[in-house]
């Protein structure tokens, strides 16, 4: 080596004094070390002085030469490529030579400075890295090994794609193998090491690992009881990721891997336990579950439902949730979790179902804790038992129900609260075996409601919001009133969790409960407009959501001159304290959204500011994405949901209000911005730019009318079903738009006919995109037959099945008014495939007379044209009640 790099003494001091001060906890000392280091980033050489504290001066203080690495750290991720050559190798030498420190400390540093380095594309420029921390690992001394396996597993973690590929003659042909070997190392430490880097392997399948999977498996095995905590968890850990990509190796062993899970989930170390609980989890997804655990749910049952007590720990860690009275505290604003808006996706009525189906479990799920660290073992416990009950149904609820009974009317509250979770847990799953018991229970958990403990208060809302779908098919008298009485209580509770899970079941109930809730209207507002005066921050933001999921489940029932009036002041207050820059707008906009909608012309006397306010919400962000576009270092770039939000708002105007919009719309620049706002990058932001056309396409089209030239092509461009709900709304515009466009929409139907054939015949589309797309096919034919019948063989058959579930409504009625024309100009496209427009046209209940007259045509026209015999060989096919209601309304 050419002669080694000395620190100037006078700079050393300089900075070890640097170091010290920045471990002081006043922040203006802080302010100016930072500076300080800003400065002396400028010297070449600084980084030498800070590798050196940290790897040969032995004097200091080990937390002052760890910081020092750590410093270095963040400069080597900011500015490695601008080191000059020789610092780089000084730095790279200094942490070879030093992996092995006698402390933990400084091995751990080192071993941090060297993944940063490595992930810093370095791995191709050190060649000599790998191969030098594998030679180490067979050091005598217990810490070089410990230092060379620390780095390893750090390096393992970060850049595992990378030595896994032909850039580096893969690497871990060698690793993997010399990993193995570690697994019976005497020392705890390194054997939790090795597994940990191979673990790093499993889910991506790597080649290297799998052709030595069998030994792997059995070392794992070898391990099962280590006395080490780590290195069980890292065992748990692994075997739960083998499930998922490896079950033909874990199969044959299953009996026994099982019998290990159920101790480990009881494991005295909690971190272990949630690891192995993991494992009931991801076994509940394979196809193979109910085989292999059917036999052993009669141990497993009982260790699931005891990791959902609160544990001692929990209980002080909750003490706030606890206590009882706590809602004058005001919240700390770190518990307050982001929220994510659902943009508006424009849907059908399906026969059968109130409203839209939508996939959104998210409401109801177990997080009915999460001031703890988020996921813990009870959580787990109970997400283990809610999936389970869905694989076994019925046959998990003998081993449940003698427990149950046991737990829901203990003396220990403790013990009661994790009775009342259990029986939250396996709703879903376990719903039709758990009916009986409902008329005993659900008067028990409305009882609960009012127990003196609070987490048994909040936790009997989660569960009764679970049953809320049975409460509402009873007598209303019987159940719906007496927990919607008490339900109202807690939401004024005394407490805040209480509150919070109070307000969040009102909102499962309202959404099952729709018109039920009518008659007690009055009663309900009174309640939800008191707590705007009662809550702190957090919970207010789920009050709105309860505000907008009643004035969406009840709808026109709202528009009473007293309820509006008990309803809009407290809300249109908290609109004007809001500032334009406030997150908390969201979940307000999203409220007055489902109230405009529902309050219809009730809306009018507060129409005007808040249709204002959001246009500028819109020009506001559009305005700022553009000066962050054209300089993005001088100007930050926009939330840009505020501008989604405001446009979901104007949506829900357009919609409540209908043609009283006109003069607002007149008076504004939303077309110019809409135009924008639908060329977005960001999808969410088109999205509810085509809901909003489509709504202002119904409510005010002469507005429309005149952009429709430059409109047309981008919705063109927006019809690529990967972004299913931007193609959804896209679709649906184009719907509405060509039913006031009438004959005028020839020249675009181009633009946009393929694609949307293209998508009606795509495997795996979902339900709601597949039944817009026919219903604008259809209306495009209506308005433009002689464009859209010659293609009618490529899609009438996904277009018939996709249309005979929908509820008889306007969008379904000119729609199948199009199919018809089609038909009749070109008969030829449908003969293969009659019998789905039967089916099709079976599904009405009462279409009007002259769309009836349509079909009737039709059905004759063809059975004429083929003959009787012919009719008679064809109707044979159909399934009875298809026969009989064709026969029944047609004559046919």
Request: aromatic share 8%; with cysteine; net charge negative.
């Amino acid at each position: 080596m050419e002669c080694a790099w000395k620190p100037d003494e006078q700079g050393l001091q300089q900075i070890l004094q640097l170091l010290k001060e920045s471990q002081s906890p006043d922040t203006t000392t802080q302010r100016s070390v930072q500076q300080k280091l800003e400065q002396l980033n400028q010297y070449p050489d600084f980084n030498n002085y800070l590798i050196f504290v940290l790897t040969k001066l032995k004097s200091e203080d080990e937390p002052t030469r760890s910081l020092s690495g750590l410093i270095l750290k963040n400069n080597v991720k900011a500015h490695y490529q601008n080191f000059p050559n020789g610092v780089s190798e000084f730095i790279k030498n200094e942490c070879l030579e030093n992996i092995g420190d006698s402390s933990p400390l400084i091995r751990a540093t080192v071993g941090i400075l060297i993944t940063t380095i490595a992930s810093k594309g370095e791995l191709q420029n050190w060649p000599e890295l790998l191969p030098k921390l594998c030679q180490l690992l067979d050091s005598e001394d217990y810490n070089t090994c410990e230092g060379a396996f620390g780095a390893l597993q750090k390096i393992c973690e970060d850049s595992a794609e990378i030595l896994d590929s032909d850039m580096l003659d893969r690497p871990l042909n060698v690793m993997i193998p010399k990993f193995l070997q570690f697994f019976k190392h005497n020392s705890p430490k390194i054997r939790s090491h090795a597994i940990a880097c191979v673990n790093q392997f499993i889910i991506s399948r790597t080649q290297a690992l799998m052709l030595h999977i069998d030994p792997f498996i059995e070392n794992l095995f070898a391990l099962a009881t280590d006395e080490e905590p780590e290195v069980r968890k890292n065992v748990c850990r692994a075997l739960v990721m083998l499930l998922e990509v490896r079950m033909d190796r874990l199969l044959p062993h299953m009996h026994n891997i099982i019998q290990y899970m159920l101790q480990r989930t009881q494991d005295q170390d909690e971190n272990v336990a949630l690891e192995a609980c993991e494992f009931w989890l991801t076994l509940a997804e394979q196809p193979v579950c109910k085989d292999v655990l059917s036999g052993h749910l009669a141990q497993l049952t009982p260790v699931l439902v005891n990791g959902m007590r609160y544990s001692e720990i929990d209980i002080i860690l909750l003490k706030g949730d606890v206590e009882e009275e706590d809602e004058a505290i005001p919240d700390n604003e770190q518990d307050i979790r982001p929220r994510f808006h659902r943009s508006r996706t424009v849907a059908q009525q399906h026969e059968g179902g109130d409203g839209i189906e939508e996939d959104d479990d998210d409401d109801d799920d177990l997080d009915d804790d999460d001031t703890i660290s988020d996921w813990n073992l009870r959580k787990c416990s109970a997400a283990a038992l809610d999936v389970l009950a869905n694989v076994f149904r019925d046959e998990l609820l003998l081993h449940i129900l003698p427990l149950l009974k046991e737990l829901l009317f203990h003396q220990e509250w403790v013990v009661k609260e994790s009775g009342i979770l259990v029986l939250g847990a396996i709703a879903e799953g376990c719903m039709q075996g758990m009916i009986a018991y409902l008329p005993e229970l659900i008067p028990h958990l409305v009882q609960c409601l009012s127990d003196k403990k609070a987490l048994v208060r909040s936790i009997a809302c989660w569960t009764l919001s679970r049953y809320a779908h049975w409460v509402v098919s009873q007598p209303p008298d019987q159940y719906l009133k007496p927990l919607m009485t008490e339900l109202l209580k807690r939401i004024l509770d005394g407490n805040k969790r209480v509150q919070e899970a109070a307000c969040s079941a009102f909102a499962t109930l309202e959404e099952e409960a729709c018109t039920e809730l009518v008659p007690y209207l009055a009663f309900i507002l009174d309640t939800l407009v008191f707590a705007f005066s009662k809550y702190q921050h957090k919970n207010l933001l789920i009050l709105y959501d309860a505000i907008g999921t009643l004035a969406d489940s009840v709808g026109h029932h709202l528009n009473k001159p007293e309820y509006i009036q008990m309803l809009m002041p407290p809300l249109i207050q908290k609109w004007n304290q809001l500032k334009d820059e406030d997150k908390d707008l969201f979940p307000l906009l999203e409220c007055l959204s489902s109230v405009a909608t529902a309050l219809q012309s009730g809306f009018l006397p507060y129409c005007e500011p808040v249709y204002q306010r959001c246009v500028n919400l819109v020009q506001k962000t559009l305005a700022q994405a553009m000066l962050h576009q054209s300089q993005p270092d001088a100007y930050e770039s926009p939330d840009k949901d505020f501008m989604i939000v405001a446009l979901d708002l104007l949506s829900g105007l357009a919609e409540g209000l209908g043609g009283n919009i006109e003069q607002l719309v007149a008076r504004s620049n939303i077309l110019t911005l809409m135009y924008q706002c639908m060329q977005d990058k960001m999808p969410e932001v088109r999205q509810s730019s085509f809901a909003l056309l489509g709504d202002l396409t119904k409510a005010c089209f002469q507005h429309v009318k005149p952009c429709i030239a430059d409109f047309m092509p981008i919705l063109g461009t927006n019809l690529n079903p990967e972004l299913i709900s931007v193609c959804n709304n896209a679709t649906w515009a184009i719907g509405e738009i060509s039913i006031q466009m009438g004959a005028d929409m020839q020249p675009y139907v181009a633009m946009v006919l393929h694609q949307l054939i293209e998508i009606i015949n795509r495997p795996n589309t979902p339900k709601t995109l597949l039944e817009n797309t026919a219903i604008t096919i259809g209306r495009l034919g209506y308005v433009c037959p002689q464009e859209v019948a010659p293609m009618l063989q490529q899609f009438i058959r996904p277009w018939c099945t996709s249309l005979r579930n929908i509820r008889d409504n306007e969008e379904k009625d000119s729609a199948f008014r199009g199919i018809c024309t089609m038909i009749t100009v070109n008969p030829g496209g449908v003969v293969q495939d009659f019998i789905f427009f039967c089916d099709a046209v079976a599904s009405w209940v009462s279409p009007k007379d002259d769309l009836r007259d349509m079909f009737y045509k039709i059905l004759h026209g063809f059975k004429d044209q083929v003959g009787e015999e012919n009719w008679c060989r064809f109707s044979d096919q159909f399934p009875l009640p298809l026969k009989e209601r064709l026969a029944a309304f047609y004559g046919v």
